[in-house]
Every structure is written in C-alpha cells, then in structure tokens.
C-alpha cells in the first residue's frame, strides 16, 4: 500500500475533478433550463467557454512547456480556485438576474474544459518523475469519482432542485484546489527551453511539425462532437423515453463503470496492439453508441447503450493520453496534451453549438442523426491519418 500512495493520490484528484466536471457539465441543461435558457441559448453558452479554453490551451501548454516557475500543478489549482469563486458567485447572485449567472457560468465552463487536458499532462509528469506510480490505476479512480457524481448527484438533485448545482460544484473544486497544493510533483521534468521563442503557444508551428498528428486531430473533432451531443444534452434525450435528471445521472454511472474494465486492463492492450489502432477502434464504438442512443426507445434500453462505452470513451480516454505522448517530441509533451485536449473542446464547442440549436429546431433525434455522421467521418479520419505506433514503445508506469 505504501508504494501505491502516489497513485491514490493522483486518483483522488482525477475523482475529485470528474466529480466536479459531472456536476457542472452534465448537469449544465438541468441548472441552465431552471434560470431560464433555451437548449440553444444552453449550446452557445458552452461553445463560448468552450471556443475560449481553445484559445487558452496551447498557451497555457506552452508556458508549462517552457517557463521555469509555470508548472501543471500550479496552472491546475489557479484554475480550481477560479471556479471555487465562480460558484459562490452563482449563489450570490440573486435570482432573476440572468445576463449575470449566464455570463458567471459560462467563464466556468471555459476555466473547467481548460483544465481537462492538463490532468492528463498532471499524470504524464508523475508518470515520468521515476517514482513508483500506476497512471491506469489513477484514471480509473477518476471514472469512479465521474461514476459517484453522476449516479449520487442525480438522486440529490431530485432532492433539492437545480439551484443546488453552482454550490455543489463550489464544494468540489474547493476540496480539489486543496489537494493540488499537496501534490508532491510539480515539474519533474527539465524540459528544454526551446530555441524559437516566438513558438511558444502557436498552433501553426507546432502543427506544422507533426503534420499526420494535426490531421487526426480533425478525426478526433469528430468524434468528440458525438460525444458531446450525448452529455451536454442527455437530458434532453432521456426525456422522450421516459426518463428525468436522475435517468440520466444513473446512465452516466454505468458508462463511468464500464470505463474502469478497460482502464485497468490498458496495460495489457498496449502491450498487443499499436496505441493508433486502440484509437481507431473507440471510435467505431463512439459511433455505435450515439446511434443506438437514437434508436432505443426506453430507459433501459438507453442504460443497455451505456456499456458500449467501455470501448468508446473508456478507451479513448487514455489511449489518446499515452498515444500523443508517444508521437510528440519531450520539448512539446504539455503542448501535445493541449492540442489533444483543443480537439475535445473544439468538438465540445461545435457539438454544443448546433446540438442545441438542433434540438430547438428540428428535436433531439436529428441531433442524435447529426452526431452518428460526425461520429463515422471522424473515425475515418483518423484511421486514415493517425501517426502509427508500436505496442510497447513507451516507458511503463513503474511496478
């Protein structure tokens, strides 16, 4: 137990963050709808602070990247504390007020999909810090917290109402920027200070330089847009089946359940098959579960098409980790993450956009339509694309 200290730790984090993310995005329509936004006021919303965290993610990447005192830890607690004050803004703020909630809530979704790609760099750094440490074993924590917060907060929110969201989330982030000035790795790296200066944070040069790797990241949008579409609007989806805010809380922990098989099990498909062929294959199962989700037709069939996710979002979510650090030179590890991270928030910005205004306008199942197209095109880009990668290049977590 003492040599799996450093990984329960970071497994905190990731749960601790996955239970802040469940509650402020998936649950974003429940608390949106409630002060009096429509479904594509909702979508443009987010793709605003999602659009923004796009602009912010290759710099921020950089600057880790490059800057001596910029560190992943640091950037992740300022941004933790920022949505910690966000949410007490939210409570403050009297009811009614919408311009002021709306505007307080979407620089919440920018600080929050701006730090998602940096955990993933958090548990890169402690990867390669020479410390004993099980980064599948972390993540896997991760989808227990996301697991925990969807199924416990769907039943609490039932409980108390919409209004309970902003203090919540508060809560989360608290604890979470809390744990973070704990954590005992910083910048384990001496990464190299780069001889082009002016490249620090341009998506041009650096992607430029990994021409294939840009490329699949347009694949990716793709299938990020499906996924989107699914989370931001699941309640919209259940509700024609029958379903409320604590259906869509309880689907949300069986697809963070099924995660956890394939998480821990990454270890032994890294070590037989190619990290780019690993990627490929989520994305079939990305688009088998945005179709099935438009075809069931009840609760339980919709609970049924959550398991698909133990090979869609269950094995994109690390294997896109490990596959970027692996095709990325050690100077760009932070800024590789980013860009990784810029294609989910692009794809979460353009599924918000038009999942919502497609909802209002032609309902929730042209969406779903929409999402499984999305979904198709960008696995074939990306298995048309994807730098190729051997099974067992990359240094292992240690034992």
Request: glycine fraction near 12%.
């Amino acid at each position: 137990m003492k040599n799996m200290r450093l990984t329960i730790y970071f497994g905190l984090i990731m749960a601790m963050y996955s239970l802040g993310f469940v509650i402020m995005s998936a649950f974003s329509s429940f608390y949106l709808l409630d002060i009096g936004l429509k479904s594509g006021q909702i979508g443009i919303l987010i793709a605003i602070g999602s659009f923004l965290a796009v602009c912010f993610e290759p710099i921020v990447g950089g600057l880790i990247d490059r800057h001596p005192k910029v560190s992943t830890r640091k950037s992740l607690f300022m941004l933790s504390v920022l949505i910690f004050f966000l949410g007490i803004a939210l409570i403050l703020i009297p009811s009614g007020q919408l311009t002021a909630k709306t505007v307080v809530y979407g620089v919440g979704i920018l600080a929050l999909m701006l730090a998602q790609p940096f955990y993933n760099a958090l548990g890169i750094d402690t990867l390669r810090s020479g410390r004993v440490f099980r980064f599948e074993v972390g993540r896997a924590m991760g989808s227990l917290g996301y697991a925990a917060g969807s199924s416990g907060f769907g039943f609490v929110s039932t409980i108390f109402g919409p209004k309970c969201v902003p203090a919540f989330f508060c809560g989360a982030f608290l604890v979470l920027a809390l744990m973070l000035v704990f954590y005992p790795i910083d910048k384990p790296l001496q990464r190299k200070e780069g001889k082009e200066k002016h490249s620090l944070g341009n998506p041009y040069l650096l992607l430029k330089k990994y021409k294939r790797f840009a490329i699949m990241l347009i694949g990716l949008i793709g299938i990020y847009f499906s996924h989107t579409c699914i989370n931001t609007f699941a309640l919209q989806i259940v509700t024609p089946k029958g379903g409320t805010s604590q259906t869509m809380g309880i689907a949300a922990s069986i697809a963070a359940v099924v995660e956890l098989t394939t998480t821990l099990l990454f270890p032994f498909y890294r070590k037989y098959f190619r990290l780019s062929f690993l990627v490929k294959i989520s994305g079939v199962f990305f688009i088998l579960k945005i179709f099935l989700s438009y075809a069931v037709a009840t609760v339980g069939g919709f609970y049924a098409v959550q398991l698909i996710q133990i090979y869609a979002w269950g094995l994109l979510s690390i294997g896109i980790v490990y596959y970027v650090d692996g095709i990325v030179a050690e100077e760009d590890k932070a800024q590789g993450q980013a860009y990784a991270g810029m294609a989910m928030t692009i794809g979460n910005l353009i599924g918000s956009l038009f999942g919502g205004a497609l909802i209002d306008d032609f309902g929730v199942n042209t969406m779903l339509l929409v999402g499984t197209a999305a979904a198709i095109v960008g696995t074939i880009i990306v298995a048309i694309a994807g730098p190729k990668t051997e099974p067992v290049r990359m240094k292992a977590s240690r034992e």
